[in-house]
């Protein structure tokens, strides 16, 4: 094999968009993840399905550091979050770092939190401007692209409490993208809609699916998740019971537990 082979990144061998290793996470005596291990390729769309409490909104909270896991560590991209190894120890980063880290990794909010005092496209705009990747002006231009891509090119001008629940998670959606983050978390996008709003968020989620986006969504909504998911992990009291393809994972589940959840939500 010649070197210029030997150095060209295969799928395979290029790092991981996502690596969850043996986390843990207590809140007081209360075990919320108990050793959840996890690697998402690039690219890849993987869907968390479980009961409520299972652990499942914490664990993205862990990936980008908004909790610290009291055992194990994650990386994005192959690199460690939060944390950098000291010997044989893992030291926590300053606070400055682990914010620069986070604008590598989108988050989007079951309640969407929006600046209420700034526009549609200002909201967009805000964080290219505050991690200095782009000046305002660039900024603002990129936002406008982006709020056309999800349907509200027409609403720029607007502030949030004029728009529907609907349109105030695909602003988020548009936010999430701006910094042009290598993986994407969706906390339940579509918890807090009320249903007739539900298909125009999960429209632009399925539109980043096919783009070639690293996605991981924590979701109640099985059929979206059989149509757009690489991958569905379901958890229940803070571990991974299964995990596979859709097929297998929602049609033939081999836990006892997956299919008891199953027959409740299906």
């Known amino acids: 094999m010649t070197a210029t082979a030997t150095a060209t990144a295969t799928p395979e061998t290029a790092p991981a968009a996502l690596e969850v290793h ?27 399905l479980g009961p409520s409490g299972s652990g499942k909104s914490t664990l993205l909270r862990v990936i980008n550091h908004l909790e610290k896991p009291e055992i194990g560590y994650v990386s994005v991209g192959g690199e460690l979050i939060g944390v950098k190894r000291n010997g044989g120890r893992l030291k926590e980063l300053s606070e400055r770092t682990i914010l620069t880290q986070r604008s590598r990794i989108g ?16 909201n967009v705009a805000a964080a290219p401007v505050a991690t200095g990747r782009l000046n305002k002006p660039e900024a603002r231009e990129l936002a406008r692209e982006l709020l056309t891509r999800v349907g509200l090119g027409d609403r720029t001008g607007a502030y949030p409490r004029q728009l529907s629940g609907g349109q105030q998670q695909r602003v988020a959606i548009a936010r999430a993208l701006a910094l042009r983050p290598g993986i994407i978390l969706f906390d339940e996008p579509t918890s807090a809609l009320d249903p007739e709003l539900v298909g125009e968020v999960l429209s632009v989620i399925k539109d980043l699916a096919t783009s070639g986006t690293t996605l991981v969504i924590v979701t109640h909504e099985i059929g979206f998740a059989r149509e757009v998911a690489d991958r569905v992990v379901f958890i229940d009291g803070g571990r991974i019971v299964e995990q596979g393809p859709p097929s297998q994972v929602l049609d033939k589940p081999r836990h ?3 299919r008891d959840f199953l027959s409740k939500v299906l």
Do not use: S
């Not at 996470?25 to 869907?47: C, F, M, N, Q, S």
């Open 22 to 48: 043996d986390v843990h996470k207590w809140y007081g005596t209360h075990r919320v993840l108990d050793g959840i291990d996890l690697t998402v390729r690039p690219g890849e769309v993987t869907a968390i």
């Open 107 to 122: 988050f989007v909010f079951q309640n969407f939190n929006l600046f209420p005092h700034l526009t549609v496209l200002d």
């Open 256 to 258: 006892e537990r997956t």
